[in-house]
């Protein structure tokens, strides 16, 4: 223990005489580990940190039940929680959650409509999960059953905002829904739910309160809740796995219509152990492969910085080379000395791993800042934890290895009696052959190359994509997104709230198309069962089509143009006959012809009558994502349905500022419990539908830049140190007569030579890296030409002009000054 106190005394003084060396060597450290640290705290925040305040999250296991269309991982119906509870001995407790958008307005405070996100939950919710409340208390048995009392336990950061952390709120009422609720627990301060970044507002017991969601409790067939178990003692997953096999092989017999699945096939029930499914399972997978591309690629930057810094180390292991021979003369053995210098090398990476720790701790904060486009509270907690710190010392450790042991063992490789005998300038750090440089500069350009050509890659993917029609009207358009409760207003009433609104945006000047919908395209959609008369499905055919409810004047406000047949009008109203109106992919896909109208289809099943009657034909577009080919699409007359939740599109000439503070002002007058949750134009709704492609190519292109900009470093460091420890040579080719291009050509040549072996190689790793990315691209391929040939051309360019500096100055010496110098 003595010695390496001794050891880290001593290389704190060696790094203390060498400040400027020692000053770029951490930063350049610092740049890698704290990128690698900011990129971990995010992946561990989102797939590795378990849900903060459960207590015992270990003895908790997830429950799906396989969805209509197949896939295992699908919610469960209330009918069904309680069957598996009753139906296994190794679970001490089910419970049962799901999310509850809710419009919130109490005139009485000052409280203006908003949006909030809570969950309903069963009345055992917090007793599974172990939450132990910062006030008040949890759910009751009584209040967890229908027909309960309408109570609520608030999340700790509303009831710091909302109400000011008003110690006394306990047994106060807050509106929901325009229902008042008793307000009985606040959660602790960290507890924000089982689903990850979605902060919910408040909880509410799902039997209990059905003015909160339109969920129906009493229906097997109405699933969408996630549930959760806790083990009961001594018991394993696998008894859990066998006992709820048994209920869904009982469920099949006695609800075949429910248990059977669009195949024809009975569903399934797993069950996963709660850290497995931290991250929903259906996402699992595509989520870890995008972490997985993400740290390899702030790995690669810090291979980079490893690169550089090992450099640096040969360097001046160079000019330390008497020094080590002294050492060696007075005893010290090889291990020894390596030992010394290893000391040095990780001292560096301590220090700056914690200044990487600073950088990352400041960048986390400004993520964790971030306001997203969102109308829903998205929280995430990043900042470093015991992992992140425990992942940092690791990598910190591991650089210091990395960069440090090979130009160690380089530096101690001969013995005392050679290096007694060769001068400095012929050692084994001679600049004729770059060795151990040269590979190191050849392999940050070779990983800067491939990070360059990703992002590279993304960013003509987000041209291609800002250019890309995607079927409706992207100049002159604003979207607004509305919230207005479903279960307190009825639907005579909503109906009439759409249809003034729109009669009063018409109005005002420069509005030149108004409409309604229930989705805006590239935000989502729904899907509903349809049958189409006339049209046979196969027998594991699915027929859940992409749909959504628009009003009057949709297609002319979009710009979407009608191939044939009619919008939808006023005249089609609740009382009229039911009306839709399809794209040319339906036609292609289920008529084979060119003019659907006259054709009818069901609704919610093949035994629904056909009586919905085909108007129109629309234009195929883009729906949920600008990547996906033309898929069938139908429309509904909203005002049919008049759902609650519901977007305007408005079309207007001139600036949409005014037309933006007119919607405000004409929805509170009209409707001051309604709130506006978005209201964007049709640029900034692109803009957050490419949010992922964008957030990529930042993320990519700033550390390819880095990596370019360290590499380059590299390079030019490398060719100067060589150039100067060749510096007689050229001063005695120069003193008989070689011109200094010729040395210029000799010095681009060799460092060019290095350079392109890095190119080839990223080359090659480039394009098979790449198509890891084709989920994110947007009319190019992985293997995109111009992307490759714009990078090779920036990299050819910087350098050679890196190679070119050093050669161009030593060139440029007097070759007595050099011979005298050598």
Known sequence: MESIVTDVRVALRQLGRSRGFAAVAIITIALGIGANTAIFSVVNALL??????????????????????????????????????????????????????????????????????????????????????????????DEGRP???????????????????????????????????????????????????????????????????????????????????RLAGGASIEQVREQLGTVARGLVERYPDNWTDVNDQPRRVTVLAAREAVVPPQVRGPAMAFAAVLMAVVAAVLLICCANIANLLLVRATARQREINVRAALGAGRGRIVRQLLTESLVLAVCGAALGIALAWAGTRALANLELPLPINVRINVTPDLTVLAFTVLVAVGAGLVFGLAPALLATRRSLAAGARESTARSDFSGRKLGLRGVLAGAQVTVAFVLLILAGLLVRSLLSAQSMDPGFRTTGMLFIQLAQDENTSERPARLAFHRELRERLLAVPGVQGVSYTEWVPLVGGSRSSFAIEGYRPGPTEDMELNSTEVGPGYFDAMGVPLLAGREFTEADGPEAPRVAIVNEAFVRRYLGRANPVGHRLSRGGPDSPFNIEIVGLARDGKYRTLAEEPLPFVWLASDQNASGYIAFVVHASGALGPVSEAVRRISAEIAPDVAITSLVTAGQHLAFALMPQRAGALLLGL?????????????????????????????????????????????????????????????????????????????????????????SAIVTAVTLLANWLPARKTASVNPLSALRDE
């Open 48 to 141: 590795l940190r378990p849900p903060a305040g459960v207590n015992g999250f270990d003895g908790l296991v997830a429950i799906f039940t396989s969805d209509y269309s197949g896939p295992a991982y699908g919610s469960s119906s209330m009918p069904d929680v309680l069957d598996f509870q009753a139906g296994t001995s190794a679970l001490e407790g089910v419970a049962a959650y799901t999310v509850a958008p809710v419009v919130l307005s109490d005139p009485a405070r000052g409280q203006e409509a908003e949006l909030a996100l809570g969950q309903t939950v069963t009345g055992n919710y917090f007793d599974i999960l172990r939450v132990r409340m910062a006030l008040g208390r949890g759910f009751t048995a």
């Open 147 to 229: 027909g309960g009392p309408p109570v609520i336990v608030l999340e700790h950061s509303f009831w710091q905002t909302q109400l000011g952390a008003d110690p006394g709120v306990i047994g106060t009422t807050i509106r929901l829904a325009g229902v008042p609720f008793t307000v009985i627990g606040v959660t602790p301060p960290d507890f924000k739910g089982l689903l990850p970044a979605v902060a919910p507002s408040f909880f509410v017991s799902l039997a209990g309160n059905q003015t909160v969601g339109a969920f129906d409790v009493d229906q097997r067939g109405d699933r969408g809740l996630f549930v959760v178990g």
């Open 703 to 791: 550390f390819g830049a880095l990596g370019l900009a360290l590499a380059t470093l590299g390079i030019y460091g490398v060719m100067a140190f060589a150039v100067s420890r060749r510096a007689r040579e050229i001063g005695v080719r120069l003193a008989v007569g070689a011109q200094p291009r010729d040395v210029v050509r000799m010095v681009v040549r060799q460092g060019m030579t290095v350079a392109a072996a890095g190119a080839i190689a990223g080359l090659a790793i480039a394009a098979g890296v790449s198509r890891l990315l084709e989920f994110l691209l947007f009319g190019i391929r992985p293997l995109d030409a111009p992307t490759f040939i714009v990078v």
